[in-house]
């Protein structure tokens, strides 16, 4: 299944993967997200490896029952040939003292190897 803007980047097609990409992830629909990736998917989420799309939808369905106010920004950091760089900005919500706050974390996630068909290898 092809997934456009297909690789090589330019800026603007680098631009729309990036925003195509934000809007599935705050979908929270652990199976459309899961689609978007190869069968062969290779995920690293801090101390968790995950290999496949059953491995990514299982741990999406998981982040997403604890994270109900989940909320995802990205932004393109670099961009050459096949590969995507961005800059995450992820808001979960936090309980301190009763009081419910939201605080944002930011993170430099890499998304490299993409297929010929636009879905990306390596989500880190």
Request: glycine content about 4%; some cysteine.
């Amino acid at each position: 299944m092809s997934r456009p803007p297909l690789p090589p980047f330019d800026e603007q097609t680098a631009i729309e993967k990036v925003r195509l990409a934000e809007d599935g992830w705050n979908s929270r629909d652990a199976a459309k997200v899961a689609l978007a990736y190869t069968i062969d998917t290779r995920w690293r989420n801090r101390a968790e490896f995950l290999i496949g799309r059953a491995e990514a939808e299982a741990f999406l369905t998981r982040k997403w029952h604890r994270e109900l106010d989940y909320r995802l920004i990205k932004e393109l950091w670099a961009f050459q040939g096949n590969r995507i760089a961005v800059s995450l900005c992820l808001r979960i919500p936090r309980q301190q003292r009763a009081v419910v706050s939201c605080l944002w974390q930011r993170e430099l996630g890499i998304r490299r190897g993409w297929a010929d068909a636009g879905a990306p290898r390596k989500y880190q």
